[in-house]
């Protein structure tokens, strides 16, 4: 069964300096990999996705994410934090055909942004 | 702009008392799922919709039924609500092979 570890609970960093959230799954073949932005009382919004090809994905409100076959991770970086990044992260892993299976998602990241 | 809404965005219910949430997409996404996410939880998938073929999660409660009358609306009837399904419920839909689109949420209370 495919799992997602997002060792992370709670992250603080200072307007300005560099992120990465940590995610790595567990899947037995190729997967497709999403991360989501949740604010609080809010749906999920997607950042970006990863299905094949080029490993480095740029997402939106300049998100990226790389995914390591070798190390089975799909980290989520941004050089520089806003203070409206502050949210709840979700790192999802999808099977191939994920338009009829579920996702499955890790635990979240809390990101608090310090002025 | 296409997107997924949910109806309503909060909803109090008494213990035991019927409830729907709605969902309706202008995606024209053929599968439609629905979530719980419990306070600093991961969401939970209750179950999905692929066009009319329905799937349930096998831990899905009996309480939780779902309904989906054409391709843009799907309901969540929860019987006989409980304190414990207090949550958000998250409506999400993706055409076959994509991305999941998620809606803003319903946030249940029940007294």
């Known amino acids: 069964a495919q799992s997602v570890t997002q060792p992370d609970i709670h992250i603080t960093v200072s307007e300005g300096a560099s992120l990465e959230l940590r995610c790595n799954y567990s899947y037995g073949a190729t997967p497709y990999l999403f991360w989501y932005v949740q604010s609080p009382g809010q749906g999920l919004q997607l950042l970006l996705k990863?299905?094949?090809?080029?490993?480095l994905v740029q997402g939106i409100k300049g998100f990226e994410a790389e995914f390591k076959r070798s190390q089975s991770s799909f980290n989520l970086r941004k050089p520089s934090v806003h203070w409206s990044d502050a949210a709840e992260y979700f790192c999802a892993v999808g099977q191939g055909d994920t338009g009829r299976r579920a996702l499955t998602f890790g635990s979240g990241t809390r990101l608090q942004v310090q002025p | 702009d296409a997107m997924v809404i949910q109806n309503p965005r909060y909803q109090v219910t008494q213990f035991g008392k019927p409830v729907t949430l709605s969902c309706s997409q202008t995606?024209?996404?053929?599968?439609m799922y629905w979530y719980q996410q419990k306070s600093s939880q991961a969401p939970k998938l209750l179950f999905h919709y692929y066009d009319k073929d329905f799937n349930n999660e096998a831990d899905t409660p009996d309480n939780f039924q779902s309904r989906r009358p054409n391709t843009s609306f799907c309901f969540l009837d929860i019987r006989s609500p409980g304190l414990g399904d207090a949550a958000m419920y998250l409506c999400a839909t993706a055409a076959k092979r994509e991305t999941q689109y998620f809606g803003p949420g319903t946030r249940l209370l029940v007294l």
């Open positions: 995606l024209n996404h053929n599968v």
């Open positions: 990863y299905f094949s090809g080029d490993t």
